[in-house]
């Protein structure tokens, strides 16, 4: 079997996990007495927000799970994963549905974002709280006897904050109608990354594996001068990793062809602030900055060709390929720190993460 099939089987059996975390929901769901209307409701809110994506992030709950434990799971450990992958996945789907409304985004992979759907409008509001409930009910139903039931709820619950503090920030530095790049800096930017990308999309996939596979909160390490604390270390290695994520999808957004992507980069007319525009800044000459001031995050064709053309000029491709250089070294250097022992971490968690983003092109 190819890579390419095993990622398809992988895939394929996670989303058969979908079907059923689903059907469980939606059972629960009837048996609180509601309409035959509000389930059908409730189904395709279900299935319209929450698979579809890449599912990298629910996905990295099984994987990290397995090389954690050091083998394949068996078919209840296997589901217990898939259910927080999902859980994962339903906390994406609830920002994406809220997210798109504060936007007034259009599309949402391939198809209208669902407040756009007919009849839906602003009762998305509350599709997108069902989803983010959803997460309880499952953590209810299938981890309450665990003794780590409450690390579960409040790594959720912690990162969900986080998420929207970000989704605050970034909100009020750069809405689409109202530029001002006095605003904007590399330091803004990655509080930005750090809150609203980095925590949710690396830190908390992980953070659950650990959880299920019996990661302690502080071990011993023979020689070591104090108790290794893995979800420090985990933290340490995975929101640096996250936000070196985020900028390389900034730099694609400028640098990446449409064939590469699969889309045509709008950050400079979405007036993002991203890391690319922010290098800039601090890299331009005062003419130069006049320049960017007059024509980035405007709906103009012209004025983002004038952009890029300053982007070359200021030769952001060389400043991204040294950046990467660099974070990946110092990446690499604290995966090898970790010190492996038996029901600890394992640097091949970090280093599956690492080797999924690393040059990536889309």
């Known amino acids: 079997m190819s890579s390419a099939e095993t990622k398809a089987a992988r895939r394929a059996k996670f989303e058969g996990a979908f079907e059923k975390i689903r059907d469980e929901l939606i059972e629960h769901f009837a048996g609180e007495g509601m309409p035959a209307e509000a389930i059908e409701w409730y189904r395709n809110n279900l299935n319209y927000n929450v698979p579809g994506g890449k599912l990298n992030r629910g996905m990295s709950v099984v994987d990290t799970v397995e090389i954690l434990k050091g083998r394949a799971l068996d078919e209840a450990e296997y589901f217990r994963a898939a259910v927080l992958g999902w859980g994962v996945e339903l906390l994406q789907a609830y920002f994406l549905v809220a997210d798109d409304m504060m936007d007034a985004s259009i599309t949402r992979r391939g198809q209208p974002c669902w407040y756009r759907v007919p009849e839906i409008g602003l009762i998305a509001i509350n599709d997108s709280f069902m989803l983010e409930a959803a997460i309880y009910r499952l953590l209810k139903v299938h981890f309450r006897r665990e003794a780590y039931y409450a690390d579960l709820l409040d790594v959720f619950h912690e990162t969900t904050y986080q998420t929207e503090m970000g989704q605050l920030v970034d909100l009020i530095t750069a809405p689409e109608d109202k530029v001002d790049l006095s ?161 600890g971490l394992k640097r091949e968690v970090f280093r599956s993460f690492l080797g999924k983003i690393y040059k990536r092109s889309k």
């Open 183 to 343: 605003k904007f800096s590399l330091e803004r930017h990655r509080t930005i990354v750090i809150y609203k990308t980095a925590y949710y999309s690396f830190y908390l996939p992980v953070a659950c594996a650990m959880l299920v596979a019996g990661i302690p909160e502080t071990y011993a390490v023979p020689g070591a001068p104090a108790p290794v604390r893995p979800y420090e270390v985990a933290r340490d290695i995975l929101l640096p990793l996250g936000e070196y994520f985020q900028i390389q999808d900034d730099f694609l957004d400028f640098a990446g062809t449409p064939a590469q992507i699969g889309k045509i980069g709008t950050d400079i007319v979405d007036n993002k602030c991203s890391w690319v525009v922010n290098t800039a800044i601090r890299l331009a000459s005062p003419a130069q900055r006049a320049v960017l001031d007059a024509n980035y995050g405007r709906k103009d064709a012209a004025k983002e060709a004038v952009v890029k053309a300053l982007f070359e000029e200021l030769d952001i491709r060389a400043v991204y390929a040294a950046y990467e250089e660099r974070i990946v070294g110092e990446l690499n250097t604290k995966i090898e720190e970790i010190v492996e022992v038996d029901g």
